[in-house]
């Protein structure tokens, strides 16, 4: 298995990476129903915001994460948002999660990042994420709040 770092000559394996979180979050049609264009995605991977992972094996994206750098205003620092990650179930409990896990680590170190905080549903559908966060980092119990953007309620 091998970890690879998404950059702006890689949009197939961020296609494939869509797919995966599609396959792995039971959401096909969020994570591949509306594919962004090429351009809009090269674009993503060239930005110093996002960051993209993905777990290879024999040539196939097995796992991944989206992550962004949100840079900090009171201090000159910067924090990672570990948005998804995903390994498909054929393949879990093999230490793929914790190995994505600790390369997005190396990468904030590099970037100057303090932290990685990332976000858990309390349903029973995420106690092995729960499981894993827990193991690696310090829980926090926190609400969090969707604000629409349009006036609509997109909580659906």
């Known amino acids: 298995m091998d970890i690879h770092h998404l950059n702006a000559n890689d949009v197939s394996l961020l296609a494939a990476l869509l797919a995966t979180f599609g396959e792995a979050f039971n959401d096909m049609e969020t994570y591949t129903g509306k594919r962004p264009s090429e351009d809009y995605l090269r674009r993503l991977l060239a930005s110093d915001m996002f960051i993209a992972l993905a777990a290879m094996k024999n040539d196939e994206v097995i796992g991944g994460i989206a992550a962004y750098e949100l840079r900090k205003f009171e ?75 349009d006036g609509e309620d997109n909580t659906a």
């Open 75 to 149: 201090q000159e620092r910067s924090e990672i948002y570990l948005y998804d990650l995903a390994v498909v179930l054929k393949n879990r409990r093999q230490g793929i999660a914790t190995a994505l896990i600790e390369k997005l680590k190396a990468i904030a170190a590099e970037r100057g990042a303090y932290v990685i905080f990332v976000q858990a549903d309390t349903s029973i559908e995420d106690e092995p994420a729960i499981a894993l966060y827990s193991k690696l980092g310090r829980r926090e119990d926190v609400f969090h709040f969707d604000i629409a953007v």
